[in-house]
């Protein structure tokens, strides 16, 4: 496993190529490794990886990481993730999903957890949270957390929550709407009266940012009344509701460059080249217009609310992106070990986060470059004891 491991650091992502690189590094392994028998048979790697026990190796994990980062009072992001490759090499068989927990903050995973077969994210979430210490935590997951057993076992926990409401649960999904175009339609009507009658408990924060190839419009409104409590689907003390609209426009130059990209208003209404139907408004995360519901147990301002929502994203750019598109594993074919090596990838890129806060490079392919052609200099990450962040 540590031959794995560190294979993993020098950026290779298969049993076969960690075998060809070990047994080329033999010398220089064995400064850290006994190797008495020298460098292990692929096949001897491959069985010792499938024979692990998983959810043991996960429980040494998380507990690994506890010893670094004291995940009390931080914003924890927890999403699930697809091996999907794995999967091809059967024809038929059932995509293996894994749930990471990551801390925001310094983007290193703290916990994860398996999905075995004929389960699902929400029966395994609360599992999840049992194993990490949230107390005075703030967890974000995506619409598929916002369920009665989840928010349940957040509050058991002593942590707080921000998550969100897409049509999967359609009865809160319409009431957070229709509550949010009243209160629009009343401002409408008369602002001043509206602004002195919800003072304290109606904001609105909006952004704009150009973001790659597009303009992103995003608005977010709370609303922290007490009629909050009258809806119907929530069954968890709600401290505030909110609702993000976010317009995405792709940029539009023409012929010589100039840029003509059409505002908001009159995209909304007539669409553009790249995007020529007029938008209809969507929970699909992809949708040129996107609406979603968010609920907390906490009262927080517009912009609060809008800044932890998208920091649940960082577990997708951060984490996942990074998973498929440096460590292969979204490619990966391994079957066999399949969720250990998946643990391991973890393993591998929390020492690369680790020695970034130590080198002080903040971009993560430089660092995993440099690690990579000098994985030696990061041994101390797994041989010696790592300092809390």
Excluded at 61 to 82: C, E, L, P, Q
Excluded at 154 to 173: D, S
Excluded at 315 to 340: A, F, K, Q
Aim: charged content about 30%.
């Amino acid at each position: 496993m540590l031959l794995v491991t560190i294979g993993s650091l020098a950026g290779k992502n298969s049993y076969r190529k960690i075998h060809r690189w070990a047994e080329y590094n033999e010398t220089r392994l064995k400064k850290y490794l006994k190797l008495k028998g020298g460098i292990p048979s692929l096949p001897t790697i491959s069985r010792i990886m499938g024979d692990i026990d998983q959810e043991m190796l996960i429980d040494i994990f998380t507990s690994w990481m506890s010893t670094i980062i004291n995940t009390r009072g931080r914003h924890i992001a927890i999403d699930g993730k697809g091996v999907r490759a794995a999967a091809l090499k059967v024809s038929g068989e059932r995509t293996k999903y894994i749930l990471n927990a990551i801390d925001t903050e310094s983007c290193l995973v703290v916990g994860e957890r398996f999905i075995p077969d004929k389960t699902n994210e929400m029966t395994n979430i609360p599992e999840l949270l049992r194993t990490l210490n949230i107390k005075d935590s703030m967890i974000t997951i995506d619409a598929i957390g916002t369920t009665a057993p989840i928010i349940s076992r957040i509050r058991e926990m002593g942590a707080h929550f921000l998550l969100q409401v897409k049509k999967n649960n359609p009865v809160l999904y319409k009431e957070i709407s229709d509550f949010f175009e009243l209160l629009n339609t009343e401002k409408e009507k008369d602002a001043i009266k509206f602004d002195k009658k919800y003072a304290d408990i109606y904001d609105k924060y909006s952004t704009y940012e150009r973001n790659r190839d597009r303009d992103e419009y995003r608005a977010t409104e709370i609303y922290s009344g007490e009629e909050i409590k009258g809806f119907k689907e929530i069954k968890a003390n709600i401290g505030c509701v909110g609702q993000m609209r976010q317009t995405r426009i792709l940029v539009v130059r023409d012929e010589n460059g100039t840029d003509i990209t059409p505002s908001r208003e009159k995209f909304l209404k007539e669409g553009s080249c790249r995007q020529p139907d007029k938008p209809s408004e969507s929970d699909d995360a992809d949708s040129p217009r996107q609406r979603i519901g968010l609920i907390s147990d906490v009262v927080m301002s517009a912009k609060e609310m809008a800044r932890t929502k998208r920091k649940q994203w960082v577990i997708e750019n951060s984490l996942h992106g990074i998973l498929d598109n440096t460590y292969g594993e979204d490619r990966s074919t391994i079957r066999r070990g399949l969720v250990g090596m998946t643990v391991i990838r973890k393993i591998a890129y929390n020492v690369v986060r680790l020695f970034m806060q130590d080198s002080g490079i903040k971009e993560f392919q430089p660092a995993y470059d440099k690690v990579t052609f000098d994985w030696e200099s990061v041994m101390r990450y797994i041989f010696e004891p790592v300092p809390v962040v």
